[in-house]
């Protein structure tokens, strides 16, 4: 897997999607959304643009894996971003609990349990772990047949499809969402099952689960495209891609 | 049958006295508003009362919910109007309230279980149901809940990835609320458009002047909605900061030495519009203060990030909702009162056939239901006031309709 992380490509993201609606000056110390992997999604459009010669315009790019993320990308700059000042935000993964009411962690906190402890619970007890418990990456959970893991995969897939919406809705429509991920037969069902959820937008989705490292999932008359990319064994793209 | 509603804001306290004849004939007898209920500022608290076409306003110190009810109570008292049932709005049922209920000894306690659910909320409530008791110690009394019309989540929409032990222990899931607003708009939009009411998709913004929310109606009920297990989650709300990470409550309690109490307030009282705006917690400040060069930046700011998320929300439902849609309804005060929320808001719409015609938009009456879509729009957007008290008045009707 190509090495992610946090990176300067979401510094361009607009204010409006970075900030949390709290005080300003805790926004201007940095307490903001900062994304991550934005190398990973650069890389992954470039190879669609250089493979297809063709330049899609509002692209929604979904890092499927360990750690999942989602992120809108309008003529090459970055709109809006699932990963938030932190990790915990966004897609739920196999321990980390993603968006969540705060609530809960004041109740906690009123009851006496640490912050540390809490931040323990929600980072290393949670996801996947609470909702299907046994073995529970991302792979696993796809392979897995008891009706808890099969619960927690439609959890995972409805939180994908309103993200996929909500981002769309950020870039005024779509013309390309590109999945990308290691190519586990599990994961890249998983991308064409949500695929066809997006039929009422103009996705036409292929009979069958096509393979290769670049794989349409859509017909060539679908309005907007849909793509898997393989990103097992490639090079580590440049340092300076991030920027 | 008389039923008089209260229905308690943060800073305020609304009452209507009903004539309830049956669920489709209910006449409105007399109505009144507490203003600016315990709040500590250089302007005055006041009372409104309309009732028989005469209308008038008092000023009066009003330092808390129970004083706000007994002033209400002491004007119904002097205009000798009979009272044969109490309805109260109360926002947070938790588990133990999935449909309106007689507030008896068992559920009074019930009720007073829930106070922590909504900390903000829900003792203001309480506190004036206490009061009702005493004031009208005969008169029988109901709770409708806020959170009772979201009942019908799925799973996949409620759940919250978190260890068993603590989703029991703080029977943790998302609830949802405004419940009593999405009733009454599942109940007249699908009137108002001659659609069936069981099988209409909406997506409804509640945009009120303190808390806000979206809310996916599919076959008339709520499938999703965008406020959590508490009233503080999803959109940018005037104080309420909605989505946030959670990392950000550790970081600010390790960095700046906040304790649990602080942060709570800082995310309840200091955040949204006014924390980004740094000036106004108020909408059309905001919208005002884009045009004074003073504010202009930050206005403008706080703007573009209120209308963002709220695109986010309509574009994920648009999504939970696969596309059928029939109506997008804008109610409550903001959602009312603001053509430029709505029209920015639809511009990135047309996607999920949702296209606003401007003129419409800016001309839709304030006091009655408009259609401000555009011809070739395929999704009917509907503004509409709500009417909470009336909705609270047809349950009370519903639960003593098989008693008497």
Not at chain 2, 122 to 137: C, D, G, M, Q, T
Request: glycine share 10%; with cysteine.
């Amino acid at each position: 897997m190509i090495p992610g992380g946090q990176d300067r490509f979401f510094s361009r993201l607009p204010e409006f999607a970075r900030l949390y609606a709290i005080p300003y000056e805790l926004s201007q110390q940095g307490v903001q959304k900062h994304g991550r992997d934005g190398v990973i999604h650069r890389w992954a459009l470039e190879r669609i643009t250089n493979k297809t010669g063709q330049k899609f315009h509002k692209v929604i790019g979904i890092l499927i894996g360990e750690h999942t993320n989602l992120a809108a990308i309008r003529a090459g700059q970055p709109i809006d971003v699932s990963d938030g000042f932190s990790r915990l935000d966004g897609l739920f993964s196999e321990t980390r609990c993603g968006a969540i009411d705060s609530s809960v962690i004041f109740q906690m906190l009123g009851d006496g349990i640490s912050g540390e402890r809490i931040e323990e619970v929600l980072s290393q007890e949670s996801g996947f772990k609470a909702l299907a418990g046994g073995e529970c990456t991302l792979n696993h959970i796809l392979q897995r047949r008891d009706s808890k893991a099969k619960f927690a995969k439609e959890v995972f897939c409805y939180q994908i499809l309103k993200y996929i919406g909500a981002f769309t809705a950020s870039l005024g429509g779509v013309d390309l969402i590109l999945f990308v991920g290691e190519g586990s037969l599990q994961i890249r069902r998983l991308a064409f099952d949500l695929t066809g959820h997006l039929r009422f937008m103009g996705v036409k989705k292929k009979a069958a689960v096509p393979s290769g490292e670049i794989a349409w999932l859509t017909t060539r008359g679908s309005t907007i495209k849909v793509c898997f990319i393989n990103c097992l064994g490639q090079p580590a793209p440049s340092p300076r891609s991030g920027r | 049958m008389r039923i008089l509603v209260f229905n308690g804001g943060s800073s305020s306290l609304s009452y209507k006295i009903f004539d309830w004849h049956n669920a489709l004939q209910v006449d409105l007898i007399l109505k009144g508003k507490a203003y600016r209920v315990g709040v500590k500022g250089t302007r005055d608290s006041y009372v409104e009362n309309c009732f028989q076409g005469r209308a008038e306003r008092k000023v009066v110190p009003i330092p808390d919910h129970s004083a706000a009810a007994i002033l209400a109570a002491t004007y119904i008292k002097q205009n000798k109007i009979h009272v044969d049932a109490i309805g109260h709005r109360f926002v947070h049922g938790g588990e133990y309230f999935k449909r309106a209920a007689v507030i008896d000894r068992d559920n009074f306690k019930r009720l007073e279980r829930c106070l922590p659910l909504a900390p903000l909320h829900n003792p203001i409530s309480f506190n004036v149901i206490k009061e009702a008791r005493k004031l009208f110690p005969r008169v029988p009394q109901y709770a409708v809940m806020d959170s009772a019309f979201h009942s019908t989540l799925p799973p996949k929409a409620y759940a919250y990835p978190l260890p068993e032990r603590i989703i029991r222990r703080y029977k943790y899931r998302r609830y949802g609320f405004h419940g009593i607003s999405c009733s009454y708009i599942c109940r007249r939009v699908p009137e108002f458009l001659k659609i069936n009411p069981r099988t209409i998709n909406m997506i409804i913004c509640h945009l009120g002047t303190g808390g806000a929310s979206v809310t996916a109606v599919r076959g008339g009920c709520s499938v999703d909605t965008s406020m959590g297990a508490s009233p503080n989650t999803g959109l940018i709300m005037s104080t309420r900061s909605g989505d946030i990470d959670p990392m950000v409550i550790f970081h600010l309690m390790r960095t700046r030495g906040y304790g649990s109490e602080e942060v709570e307030d800082l995310l309840n009282k200091k955040s949204g519009l006014l924390g980004l705006s740094g000036f106004s917690s108020d909408i059309t400040d905001i919208i005002d203060g884009m045009k004074d060069k003073r504010f202009q930046k930050k206005a403008r700011l706080a703007f573009d990030t209120y209308v963002h998320r709220l695109k986010n929300y309509i574009g994920s439902y648009v999504a939970v909702l696969g596309g059928r849609i029939d109506a997008l309804v804008f109610t409550d005060d903001i959602g009312v009162h603001n053509p430029l929320i709505r029209e920015k808001v639809c511009s990135s719409l047309h996607w999920a056939g949702i296209v606003l015609d401007r003129r419409r938009n800016r001309r839709a009456p304030m006091n009655q239901p408009a259609l401000i879509q555009s011809s070739c729009s395929e999704v009917a957007i509907v503004t509409m006031p709500t009417d909470e008290e009336l909705m609270i008045c047809l349950e009370g009707g519903r639960l003593w309709e098989g008693r008497t």
